[in-house]
């Protein structure tokens, strides 16, 4: 699929999704994880977009679960959220990660938005829009640095020239939030930009070995006109203790808790109805092996360990944005950072462990079993985890709080 094979969303005219309370939310993200399952190592092997997937997300009503109740929808938890990605994740990865940005940038309109922005975006969302993302530079000496520049024009507004990658999200967007620099004073801000506005190119580029169709490709703007309304500091949300940044890693971490989980469940699938037993365990069936069962209760610890993680890090992030406050902040973001390196460790383990257990047959490449690995091993490339490690250490020797940035 090219990226012209996908119209942009307008988010007009289109019927109101449905106001899910968490109850519900989770049940729909079951019933749909169900369908996607079936199609998920297809897309991978062939690299087709989940255009029709990502169709009815939007409509069940899931992608709306950022909306505050103030301005019409359920203002659902950050437990929900995360919890509904975990579960989209265990059928695929690569459907659960392209609304990551969306939720994210929900919450910095929460948080940092004037008024008439707010109510535009929200409406937009509980219409069936989708919010992208353009967030990452091309170049520069580091992750965060931004080259993109917001320039004032003559109407008032801004003019926008950048270009963006790693845009998960942008290809099936409504509305695309970009990272830039203030032409005058170097700020950082987030302008948000219809991906159908004059300027704008999405550019379906992406060739990483994991989290293939999640289109996380491109973004060129070329003189893009911008309302001044529709530019946001995003200092507003990164400088307080409003757990921010903690939000977002928490998301990517359910995404690793659900690759675990999906990767651990085929294997087992696996070993009960394919897998033959080694000679040596001297059992007609794989699944009596006794090594084999040792290796999978090995990797159901780590899954557990995982899954609990994410429970008490969602219950922290919940915490700080309930009361904003610098303890709670602090404990949000450690306990992200547990999170992300017990996902890690949970999703590679799986992956790789699934394999082993399955033995040659499941390394056939119609079969598609190495998708896990390559989806958790891409995926946990975010925001890496030696750092947390840094983070926790630090904490717990001096007192020293972790950094607060928009990822952490």
Do not use: C
């Not at 070993?271 to 090594?291: F, G, I, S």
């Amino acid at each position: 699929m090219t990226t012209t094979d996908i119209p942009p969303r307008t988010g007009q005219d289109a019927p109101t999704v449905p106001v899910l309370d968490a109850d519900s939310a989770r049940t729909i993200a079951r019933g749909l994880a169900a369908t996607y399952t079936d199609g998920a190592a297809h897309r991978d092997l062939h690299r087709e977009l989940p255009a029709t997937e990502i169709e009815s997300l939007s409509a069940s009503g899931l992608l709306a679960l950022g909306v505050p109740t103030a301005f019409g929808g359920p203002g659902a938890s950050a437990a929900t959220v995360a919890e509904v990605l975990r579960i989209l994740a265990t059928a695929d990865p690569n459907i659960a990660q392209i609304p990551h940005s969306h939720f994210v940038y929900l919450n910095l309109v929460r948080l940092a938005a004037p008024r008439d922005l707010q109510e535009e975006i929200f409406s937009a969302v509980l219409q069936g829009a989708r919010l992208g993302n353009a967030q990452s530079e091309l170049g520069g000496p580091t992750a965060l640095s931004v080259t993109t520049r917001l320039s004032p024009d003559a109407a008032g507004g801004y003019r926008l020239t950048g270009r963006k990658g790693y845009a998960t999200g942008a290809l099936f967007a409504t509305w695309i939030p970009v990272l830039a620099g203030l032409a005058d004073t170097d700020e950082q801000v987030v302008a948000f930009v219809p991906r159908d506005a004059p300027g704008v190119t999405v550019i379906d580029d992406w060739d990483g070995i994991g989290q293939r169709t999640t289109a996380s490709g491109q973004v060129h703007l070329e003189d893009v006109a911008v309302p001044a309304h529709r530019v946001i500091s995003r200092a507003r949300a990164v400088s307080g203790p409003y757990g921010y940044g903690a939000y977002a890693q928490l998301l990517h971490g359910a995404i690793d808790a659900g690759i675990a989980e999906g990767a651990l469940a085929e294997a087992a699938a696996f070993v009960r109805t394919t897998a033959r037993p080694h000679h040596e365990a001297a059992v007609a069936r794989a699944v009596d092996d006794p090594l084999t069962i040792q290796r999978v209760g090995e990797l159901e610890v780590r899954l557990r360990a995982a899954t609990a993680q994410l429970r008490v890090a969602a219950e922290a992030v919940d915490a700080v944005q309930a009361t904003p406050d610098e303890d709670l902040a602090t404990e949000a973001t450690l306990a992200v950072a547990a999170l992300k390196i017990l996902a890690t460790e949970a999703a590679l383990a799986a992956a790789e462990g699934g394999l082993e257990i399955s033995g040659t047959r499941a390394a056939g490449r119609t079969y598609d079993y190495d998708r896990h690995w390559r989806n958790a091993r891409t995926h946990t490339l975010h925001d890496p985890v030696r750092w947390k490690y840094q983070h926790l250490g630090r904490h717990r020797l001096t007192g020293e709080r972790p950094p607060r940035t928009g990822t952490l």
